[in-house]
């Protein structure tokens, strides 16, 4: 992959199917979703002002869904940043790649539902940010 911007990323919709009982939203790799989802997670009772991510990946896709309520997601590619705002739970913000991310300002009740494309791995996070700034001048994404 050719070093990711936050250009790389972007907010996707989903089906939503329509019933007077109800909506549903069907999500599947490589149909609406651009990579295999190997592993799903999600955050909820998140205390008011309390920010969750803060952290970027090596190798992992995700998607992340305001499954309930809303949050932002500050997207950092080392150079340029903006905050995209998930309150619909029928689009997802695609992270790519070597992208830092911090989620916050959640809405009371909220669900931050995330579809990763590989199984846990600690050795595929970038945790400090100022290491991220020069792995990502190494060219590595």
């Known amino acids: 992959m050719d070093k990711s911007t936050i250009c790389d ?3 996707l919709p989903l089906s939503k199917i329509h019933n007077r009982a109800g909506n549903i939203t069907i999500v599947e ?33 995700q998607l992340i869904v305001a499954a309930s309520g809303s949050f932002d997601v500050l997207l950092d590619d ?3 940043k903006k905050i995209i705002r998930l309150n619909r739970p029928d689009y997802g913000l695609l992270v790519v790649p070597g992208i830092w991310r911090e989620l916050f300002e959640f809405s009371s009740g909220s669900v931050c539902l995330v579809l990763a494309s590989e199984k846990y791995d600690e050795d595929d996070y ?8 020069t792995w990502k001048s190494k060219d590595n994404v």
């Open 78 to 80: 080392g150079l340029n």
């Open 126 to 133: 970038l945790r400090e940010y100022d290491y991220f700034k």
């Open 29 to 61: 790799g490589h149909v609406n979703v651009p990579f295999s989802i190997r592993r799903i997670y999600y955050l909820y009772d998140i205390p008011g002002g309390e920010s969750r991510g803060g952290h970027a990946h090596k190798e992992l896709y």
């Open 9 to 11: 990323c972007d907010v």
